[in-house]
Structures are given as structure tokens and as C-alpha cells.
């Protein structure tokens, strides 16, 4: 089955700064890769998402990369505020067939003022 | 529209008493999921089902059991709860037709310990 590694599993930055998070997939069949983001007691929320034909996908301070002959992929978030303090999970997939996801283990993102 | 929602909110069960977890979804998908997240783990999947009458298992099925009950309901079983079943439950359901966005939508989570 597909396993999904993420990396760090803690990152701090200060406000304004960029943070960049990264994971990596073992089944090349895969073709969705979404991120969610979870607020301490929440439940998790897609921020962005990228299917296996596109390489990069931009949504205002995020953005999203995808190499796949590396089985790759990576989130990006510039200006960093205080509100983007949550953790994020990255996840792989295929579509179809019940959409079932690999998530990663999680990143803990903590934005100092 | 109220999204996915869970009951309960909070459980807390003895070795080897049984609970049924309870998701219901009003955004018409076709396929539900449970996962359980616990701390440095991230989500793994429990059981899903790609659509109203077929489940199979996830990477972490043994001890559950679940029932899809109609198009909206997914419910989860724990027949003999174990303390290693301490976790918080997450439903979640989304579809999967072309052109569709494949975002899967969360309910709020079931917080169960088991003593």
C-alpha cells in the first residue's frame, strides 16, 4: 500500500517568514495530493490540493509543488502570520474507486511574533 | 447545510464494553471514511466505503467493524473496546466523479477513552 513520509515533524518560524514542509509517496499510481490543515481541537480542513498533472499550484501566500518522477511533494507558505499556527498533514491518493488517502504524520507549525 | 456530524462528541468506555460511533453527511457524497488520530501518528484509516453498499478495510481495521447504512449514514463499531482503541474519531465523506473537487469534508470528532 501507499506510504506517505513528512518532514519536520515540528517547525518554528518567525512572523513573515516562509516555512516549507515536505513529503514524499511510495506508489507511483497516485494522483492526488492534498494538505490539511488542523487547528488544536478542530478537525482537519483541505487548504490546497494538486492532482498528478499539474506541477505547481498557487493560492494567495500558499503553494503547492509535485515532482513526480522524485514522488515528492511540498507546501509552501510565505508571510507567515500567527493565525497559520496549526498542523498540517499532508496526504496521497487515487482518485476513484472511493478516493481512500495516505496521510503523513503531521508537521506542528508554530509562527512567533 | 450541516456538513458531516458525529455522535458522540466525548465517550469513555471499560475494557470490553461496546459503543457504536455514529456519521451522518448531508452534501450527497458517495464515500464516507473513519480514521482515528492519535498523538505523532496522523490519520489512519479505519474503514471506508466508496459508495452506499460497499466497505473495506483501511490500514487499521482489526477490533472495528462498521455499517453503511444508507447513502447519508457510516457508522463505526467497537465490539470489545481495548485500551489501545484510546483515540479521537474522525468521519469523513467526499465524492469522486470527474470534475468533482475530491476534497474530503470532516466531521467534528469523537473523543473516546477506554479505561
Known amino acids: 500500500g501507499e506510504n506517505v513520509e513528512q518532514h519536520p515533524s515540528t517547525l518554528s518560524v518567525q512572523e513573515g517568514d516562509s516555512a516549507v514542509i515536505k513529503c514524499t509517496y511510495s506508489?507511483?499510481?497516485?494522483?492526488?495530493f492534498p494538505w490539511y490543515k488542523q487547528e488544536l481541537g478542530k478537525r482537519p480542513q483541505l487548504i490546497i490540493d494538486i492532482r498528478s498533472n499539474v506541477g505547481e499550484k498557487k493560492d494567495q501566500r500558499i503553494a503547492v509543488t509535485l515532482n513526480k518522477t522524485a514522488k515528492h511533494f511540498s507546501l509552501h507558505i510565505t508571510e507567515t502570520q500567527p493565525e497559520d499556527s496549526a498542523v498540517y498533514f499532508c496526504?496521497?491518493?487515487?482518485?476513484?474507486?472511493?478516493?481512500?488517502?495516505?496521510f503523513g504524520t503531521g508537521t506542528q507549525l508554530k509562527v512567533e511574533l | 447545510n450541516a456538513g458531516v456530524t458525529q455522535t458522540p462528541k466525548f465517550q469513555v468506555l471499560k475494557t470490553g464494553q461496546s459503543m457504536t460511533l455514529q456519521c451522518a453527511q448531508d452534501m450527497n457524497h458517495n464515500s464516507m471514511y473513519w480514521y482515528r488520530q492519535d498523538p505523532g501518528m496522523g490519520l489512519r484509516l479505519i474503514y471506508y466505503s466508496a459508495s452506499e453498499g460497499t466497505t473495506d478495510k483501511g490500514e487499521v481495521p482489526n477490533g472495528y467493524n462498521v455499517s453503511r447504512l444508507n447513502k447519508r449514514e457510516f457508522s463505526l463499531r467497537l465490539e470489545s473496546a481495548a485500551p489501545s482503541q484510546t483515540s479521537v474519531y474522525f468521519c469523513?465523506?467526499?465524492?469522486?466523479?470527474?470534475?468533482?473537487?475530491?476534497?474530503?469534508?470532516f466531521g467534528p470528532g469523537t473523543r473516546l477513552t477506554v479505561t
Open positions: 496526504a496521497a491518493g487515487l482518485t476513484g474507486g472511493g478516493n481512500k488517502l495516505t
Open positions: 506508489d507511483s499510481a497516485s494522483n492526488y
Open positions: 469523513a465523506s467526499s465524492d469522486f466523479f470527474p470534475g468533482a473537487s475530491y476534497e474530503q469534508y
